[in-house]
Every structure is written in structure tokens, then in C-alpha cells.
T-cell receptor, first 114, second 113 residues
Framework: AQSVTQLDSQVPVFEEAPVELRCNYS??????LFWYVQYPNQGLQLLLK??????LVKGINGFEAEFNKSQTSFHLRKPSVHISDTAEYFC????????????FGPGTSLSVIP | DTEVTQTPKHLVMGMTNKKSLKCEQH?????MYWYKQKAKKPPELMFV???????INESVPSRFSPECPNSSLLNLHLHALQPEDSALYLC????????????FGSGTQLSVL
């Protein structure tokens, strides 16, 4: 069964600084990886996803992520954060033929400091 | 219309009450989901409906009863809940196919007294 780990529960960063949010997964079959963002009192929305092909994927709001199969990682990056990026970020995975089952990691709370 | 609409937004119920949560989407998505989210925690998968049939039940207690009356609607019937069931209940839908993204509603904040 698939699982997702996000090692950093909270990440404070100054405005306009770069940020990396870490995600590691475990699965015995092919995986599909996602990053979702949740703003306060809202549902989740997709930032980006990796299905296959190029290991560097670009998403909305200037975010990008790199899939590394050997390290089973899918870290999220942004070169310069804004106050509006303050939110909860969830890495998620689905796998193989069970792609309906989308499992979320524990989340990372990003706080952008002015 | 790219929205998933959930009603009500807030619900307070006693442990002996029966209530229902509703979810609606008009994007033609064939898969619909219920997730439960406690504060400061990730969404936990509860149920998945695919083509109006229950395809995944993550060992959810029977006091939660899902229903998919048609391809646009998803209900979650609640009966004899416990205070620990208080949480944000999120509905989501997705298109058919590998890697299609989930569209989430804003959720129903449920408090069980």
C-alpha cells in the first residue's frame, strides 16, 4: 500500500525567500504524485502533479516539483514566496490500477513572514 | 461550472440526531469522494463512488452511510455520531483516468455534541 511522508510539519520563511517542502513516498508499483494547497476555511486545490515523463513539473502560482525515483521523493519548490502563499500544503499519491484511491501526507504548514 | 458545492457549511448535531450532508457537481465527473479532515491533519479517505457505485470504503463505521442518487449528487447520512466525529467533511470529484485531479468543495464543518 502507498504512503506519504512530509518530514516538515511547519516551515517559516521570509517573504521573497526560496522555499522547499519535502515529500517522500513508498509504493511497490508505479505512482502518481500530487501537491495540493489548502487555504484557511477552504477545500484543497491542485498545485501540480507528476504522472510520467519529465521529472520536473511546473504548477500554478510559480511552484515546481521534481520527481526523484531513486530517492522516492517529490519535493515542492518556489524561488520567491509571497505572503499569500501562507497555507497548508499536502503531498498526495495514488498508485497503479488503484488510481481512484488518493492518499494524503500529513501536511506542511508554510508561514511566510513579512 | 467547475465547482463542487457542499451543504450545509456548518452543522451542529446531537448524538441521537440523524442528519445528511450533501454534495453536488455538474462537471460530469464519474468519481466522487468523501474525506474527513480533523484540525491540523490531512484529509482521510472515507468513501469513493465510481459511476454511482461504491468502489472504496475505508472501513468507515456504519454510523456514516454514503449514497449516490445520481452522477451529480453525493450524500453522507449521519446517525448516532460520537463527539470524536466532529471534523470538516470534504467532498471531491474527479474525471475518469489516471492522474486526474480532485476538485474539492469547501466542506461541511460538523460538530457533534
Amino acid at each position: 500500500a502507498q504512503s506519504v511522508t512530509q518530514l516538515d510539519s511547519q516551515v517559516p520563511v521570509f517573504e521573497e525567500a526560496p522555499v522547499e517542502l519535502r515529500c517522500n513516498y513508498s509504493s511497490s508499483v508505479s505512482v502518481y504524485l500530487f501537491w495540493y494547497v489548502q487555504y484557511p476555511n477552504q477545500g484543497l486545490q491542485l498545485l501540480l502533479k507528476y504522472l510520467s515523463g519529465s521529472t520536473l513539473v511546473k504548477g500554478i502560482n510559480g511552484f515546481e516539483a521534481e520527481f526523484n525515483k531513486s530517492q522516492t521523493s517529490f519535493h515542492l519548490r518556489k524561488p520567491s514566496v509571497h505572503i499569500s502563499d501562507t497555507a497548508e500544503y499536502f503531498c498526495a499519491v495514488s498508485e497503479g490500477t488503484s488510481y481512484d484511491k488518493v492518499i494524503f501526507g500529513p501536511g506542511t504548514s508554510l508561514s511566510v513572514i513579512p | 461550472d467547475t465547482e463542487v458545492t457542499q451543504t450545509p457549511k456548518h452543522l451542529v448535531m446531537g448524538m441521537t440526531n440523524k442528519k445528511s450532508l450533501k454534495c453536488e457537481q455538474h462537471m460530469g465527473h464519474r468519481a466522487m469522494y468523501w474525506y474527513k479532515q480533523k484540525a491540523k491533519k490531512p484529509p482521510e479517505l472515507m468513501f469513493v463512488y465510481s459511476y454511482e457505485k461504491l468502489s472504496i470504503n475505508e472501513s468507515v463505521p456504519s454510523r456514516f452511510s454514503p449514497e449516490c442518487p445520481n452522477s451529480s449528487l453525493l450524500n453522507l447520512h449521519l446517525h448516532a455520531l460520537q463527539p470524536e466525529d466532529s471534523a470538516l467533511y470534504l467532498c471531491a470529484s474527479r474525471e475518469e483516468g489516471v492522474g486526474e485531479k480532485l476538485f474539492f468543495g469547501s466542506g461541511t464543518q460538523l460538530s457533534v455534541l
